[in-house]
């Protein structure tokens, strides 16, 4: 009777079997090989329109780049979510990996919209012409 007790207060193995987790992980793999794909495209399609529009400021071309880099960044900070979820071998792990991965991309999220505000307001500056006194 001791025993069967103390099982009913044991916390349940809720273990992810090393079968989903493969088909998680080439999930993210094709996921990552379409994405790769669709981000040279934007590079391509980026540059025709950078070269075509010679009368787009320079600092609007600038801050454009540099978003387009942080969204890079940040979908690549997804995919490794994405890999280390799907190699966690339990819940515990599963929802540490998540919680980490959240305050890490509010620091990141929040260095980029300062970077991207300044970068703004230096265009507006620039943009503003320039009194005679």
Do not use: C, W
């Not at 025993?3 to 992810?16: A, T």
């Not at 010679?54 to 978003?67: D, K, L, P, Y």
């Amino acid at each position: 009777m001791r025993q069967r007790s103390s099982l009913m207060f044991e916390k349940p193995s809720m273990e992810i079997p090393d079968a989903v987790r493969d088909v998680a992980e080439r999930n993210v793999a094709q996921t990552r090989a379409a994405y790769g794909q669709f981000m040279e495209m934007a590079r391509k399609a980026q540059e025709m329109m950078t070269k075509s529009q010679g009368a787009m400021a320079t600092s609007a071309i600038e801050v454009q780049a540099r978003a387009m880099g942080f969204a890079e960044q940040n979908i690549e900070a997804n995919f490794k979510l994405a890999t280390e979820l799907a190699r966690a071998r339990d819940l515990k792990e599963f929802f540490d990996i998540q919680t980490r991965h959240a305050q890490s991309q509010m620091q990141a999220y929040t260095h980029q919209a300062q970077e991207l505000g300044r970068m703004m307001t230096e265009a507006a500056q620039k943009a503003q012409p320039k009194s005679k006194i």
